[in-house]
């Protein structure tokens, strides 16, 4: 009984990870055209998505969400800005965050839900 209470609880959870997901990712395809994606394989882990703002501006967000956005002012690196783009980088920055945690999550839980699975075909 109490493996089918729990197999039932992780396939809920998975359920809401899943639909979390399908919100997420059309949010995340409309303010990615925006930005480009860079990545040197030879040299670098993590690529960037980027965008030039006005006044010289380049805006860096990491592609898995978890470094702060890099701010450069004609090639050297600044703290802040009032450019509408660095809100929309950082609704990216978010939005990327939350996309990788859900597909953790979802990982995670899928195996919970094999192993509940195994158990009940074995009682």
Same mark, same amino acid.
């Given at each position: 009984? +109490? ?11 998975l359920? %809401?990870?899943?639909?979390q ?9 409309s ?5 480009? %994606?860079?990545r040197?394989? *030879?040299?670098?882990?993590? $690529?960037? %998505?980027?965008?030039? $703002?006005k006044?010289g501006? +380049?805006?860096?967000?990491r592609d898995?969400g ?6 450069? !002012?004609?090639? *050297? +690196? &600044? ?6 783009i %660095? ?5 990216? !920055?978010?939005? &990327? ?7 953790? !999550? &979802?990982? !995670?839980?899928s195996?919970?839900?094999?192993k509940?699975? *195994? ?5």
């Amino acid at each position: 009984m +109490r493996d089918s209470t729990a197999l039932a609880d992780q396939e809920r959870s998975l359920h %809401y990870y899943q639909s979390q997901l399908e919100r997420l990712q059309p949010e995340a395809d409309s303010l990615l055209a925006l930005f480009r %994606y860079e990545r040197n394989e *030879k040299y670098q882990d993590h $690529g960037y %998505y980027v965008v030039n $703002g006005k006044q010289g501006l +380049r805006v860096k967000v990491r592609d898995d969400g978890k470094e702060p956005i890099l701010l450069y !002012r004609d090639g *050297k +690196r &600044i703290e802040k800005t009032d450019d509408p783009i %660095y809100e929309r980088a950082e609704h990216l !920055r978010i939005v &990327i965050s939350d996309i990788k945690e859900c597909e953790k !999550r &979802i990982a !995670r839980t899928s195996l919970e839900v094999q192993k509940y699975e *195994k158990r009940l075909q074995k009682q």
